[in-house]
């Protein structure tokens, strides 16, 4: 699943270097306690496991802005043009015409490219979609200025589900007891938190994690 975090940074420099540092502890791989198990097999044949875990992890990837791009300014990456590209699939004309597309169309006229197009259940039908035909937006968003933004700009309402400050204190809207994931106390609220801890100065970051 992929989780929205905000991490505050002092200076607005090496910010990728930064970032990377803050959220390394936390990497789920990372070898920091070496545990031992033992189980018995169908034969009655000991074995014994030995491997590494990281309790504080929470993560196995990670980017800036990502899915939760935006999120600080209202910034809308599907209508930048920088992340659209020629679609694949229907290379760039907006109608799939391989085997399984002219058999699609041939059922529904309508049909353009399950890729690049858009099917409206209500009416339905298919169309291009907001974008110019046989354009698609990219999977990987190109990195947005305004996810990198002072703290005194920051909006009240801006919400994360981690939130990182002063490199190490680290809260979560909800943590693993081992059993199942339960509600903390942080609520979600950065700007709050950020009253809360004196921090006036400095940068939030938007990141994108994935565990």
């Not at 990502?66 to 043009?81: E, K, M, S, V």
Request: charged share 35%; net charge negative; proline share 3%.
């Amino acid at each position: 699943m992929h989780f929205h975090a905000e991490i505050w940074i002092p200076i607005k420099e090496d910010v990728d270097k930064q970032i990377s540092g803050i959220m390394d502890p936390y990497w789920e791989e990372r070898q920091v306690l070496k545990q031992t198990e033992e189980w018995i097999d169908d034969n009655n044949r000991k074995h014994i496991e030995i491997f590494w875990t990281n309790p504080n992890g929470f993560w196995d990837w990670f980017e800036i802005g990502g899915r939760w791009t935006g999120d600080h300014d209202g910034y809308n990456p599907r209508t930048d043009r920088r992340n659209w590209e020629k679609c694949s699939l229907c290379e760039g004309t907006g109608y799939r015409n391989d085997k399984l597309g002219k058999a699609e169309r041939e059922r529904d006229p309508t049909y353009t490219c399950n890729a690049c197009g858009e099917y409206d259940h209500e009416k339905k039908q298919w169309s291009h979609g907001n974008l110019p035909a046989g354009m698609r937006v990219a999977w990987n968003y190109k990195r947005h200025d305004g996810d990198i933004m002072p703290v005194k700009e920051i909006s009240d309402d801006l919400q994360c589900y981690t939130l990182i400050l002063n490199g190490k204190d680290v809260y979560h809207r909800k943590e693993w007891n081992g059993k199942t994931f339960e509600k903390t106390a942080f609520d979600g609220m950065v700007k709050q938190k950020l009253d809360e801890m004196d921090i006036t100065d400095g940068y939030m970051v938007t990141v994108d994690y994935h565990c």
